[in-house]
């Protein structure tokens, strides 16, 4: 159980373009999903945390107009990565976790490429 | 200063060899504290979670340890495979931070034939 999908799990992208980044929590409801970013030979770097149906809490020096995270339901979340551009090409890893238990269960991570 | 830090950055072994690998954090008090095996672009995977009561947890050839007084731990991975090969993550989860968790660097484990 416990399982994590993203889609898609990688993609190429011209810049100026955006780019959605879709996270399933597959056999249980994720009351708090998380966003990550990682760089090469980087550990992960938190982005921001959403909780279903309310706003997105956004980590210092990241751009909340530029990655714009929706958590619609409890076994969704999307990121929008807007007006990408080059310096955007990273490795996106979503995690989602349960009210009153500390697991996270991460998702398989999306490889962005902006030409 | 990274609240966890982690030993080697790098490391090569043989196969059929065993390793540990070290981590060390300034987080305190905390919840549980975890290991993660990431294999290259892939995302993090669970290998073990102590609480801040417990010593040492296994999962099969992976065993973890814990020192809360001098704020260490330290995973060993026994018999190692080509397998193993991959980013080993030092995660520690403050106390009352809910689901938040803090990262190590991560130790890269390469396991030649």
């Known amino acids: 159980g416990a399982v994590v999908s993203q889609h898609p799990s990688w993609v190429i992208c011209k810049s100026g373009t955006s780019v959605k980044i879709e996270c399933r929590s597959l056999?249980?409801?994720?009351?708090?999903m998380f966003w990550y970013r990682q760089f090469p030979k980087q550990s992960l770097m938190l982005m921001a945390t959403?909780?279903?149906?309310?706003?997105?809490?956004?980590e210092q020096g990241v751009e909340k107009d530029k990655f714009l995270i929706n958590h619609a339901s409890l076994t969704l979340s999307t990121l929008t990565v807007t007006s990408a551009h080059p310096e955007d090409s990273s490795f996106y890893i979503c995690s989602a976790g349960l009210a009153g238990r500390y697991e996270q269960y991460f998702g398989p991570g999306t490889r962005l490429t902006v030409t | 200063k990274n609240q966890v830090e982690q030993s080697p950055q790098s490391l090569i072994i043989l196969e059929g060899k065993n390793c540990t690998l070290q981590?060390?954090?300034?987080?305190?008090?905390?919840?549980?504290l975890r290991w993660y095996k990431q294999d290259t672009g892939r995302g993090p995977v669970s290998l073990t979670i102590m609480t801040f009561s417990e010593n040492t947890k296994s999962n099969g050839r992976y065993t973890a340890t814990l020192d809360a007084d001098t704020k260490q731990s330290s995973l060993h991975i026994t018999a190692s495979q080509l397998s193993d090969s991959a980013s080993y993550i030092c995660?520690?989860?403050?106390?009352?931070?809910?689901?938040?968790?803090?990262f190590g660097g991560g130790t890269r484990l390469m396991v030649k034939p």
């Open positions: 981590c060390n954090y300034t987080v305190s008090p905390f919840s549980n």
């Open positions: 056999d249980f409801q994720a009351t708090t």
């Open positions: 959403s909780n279903e149906g309310s706003k997105a809490t956004y």
């Open positions: 995660v520690v989860n403050p106390n009352n931070a809910g689901n938040m968790l803090t």
